[in-house]
């Protein structure tokens, strides 16, 4: 079992930054990849970007490119987000997730094993 809980998220301006943090409990961190995603309102739970067990490998998804950073530090099990350049679009709640599977199929949610309790970003503009 790992448990995950985010913090960092809160009420910031267009432009703005943030970063989220995601503290691992329980099973081996270094075991798993590690990611994020959001949610909006009355969507379905999408991907924002993963990183591989050492932090070798990132991959995001294609809006928050150039604007968001993944980072982990095992040393202290926690995974991280920054995110630069906010939009009013950014508004969401956010998951951290994990899972043992390559980054390159972290997008599919089907596959994660843990999540994170989330966390609300609001991004006004």
């Known amino acids: 079992q790992v448990q995950l809980v985010e913090s960092g998220g809160g009420l910031v301006q267009a432009g703005g930054s943030l970063r989220l943090s995601c503290a691992a409990s329980?099973?081996?961190?270094?075991?798993?990849?590690v990611g994020w995603f959001r949610q909006f309102p009355g969507k379905e739970r999408e991907f924002v970007a993963a990183i591989s067990m050492y932090g070798r490998f990132t991959r995001y998804e294609e809006s928050v490119k150039g604007r968001f950073t993944i980072s982990r530090d095992n040393a202290i099990d926690t995974a991280y987000l920054q995110m630069n350049s906010l939009k009013p679009e950014d508004t969401a709640v956010y998951y951290c997730?994990?899972?043992?599977?390559?980054?390159?199929?972290?997008?599919?949610?089907?596959?994660?094993?843990?999540w994170g309790q989330g966390t609300q970003v609001t991004v006004s503009s």
């Open positions: 997730a994990a899972a043992q599977l390559p980054v390159r199929q972290f997008h599919d949610r089907a596959e994660i094993e843990y």
């Open positions: 329980g099973h081996t961190f270094s075991s798993y990849d």
